[in-house]
């Protein structure tokens, strides 16, 4: 019986450490209001009404309107637009 137990705990663990590997990743995509607020400041004073700023794929994606038309704008680390897709 002593046996098992520590057979449990070693699956137990092995279960667990690819559940947070998800959440360290997650975590690593994620924006801080730092820089989600650089971001608002850097496209607003570009004239674009900033609705949501996510992070995906080492960019920066801000969803804004700018002259009645919805886009997506791509930014880098350095707050640079790399790259706008219209958002139809």
């Known amino acids: ?3 098992r137990i520590p057979a449990r705990l070693v699956l137990v663990a092995m279960l667990a450490l690819p559940a947070t590997g998800a959440f360290a990743s997650e ?3 994620a924006t801080t ?3 989600e607020q650089a971001i ?3 496209l607003t004073a570009q004239g ?3 609705r949501k700023i996510k992070r995906e794929d080492g960019l920066f994606e801000a969803y804004a309107i700018k002259d009645g038309k919805r886009l997506e704008i791509y930014l880098d680390s350095a707050m640079n637009i790399v790259r706008t ?3 139809d």
């Open 1 to 3: 019986m002593n046996m």
């Open 27 to 29: 975590r690593r995509d």
């Open 33 to 35: 209001a730092a820089q």
């Open 40 to 42: 608002r400041d850097t």
């Open 48 to 50: 674009y009404e900033v």
């Open 85 to 87: 897709k219209r958002d």
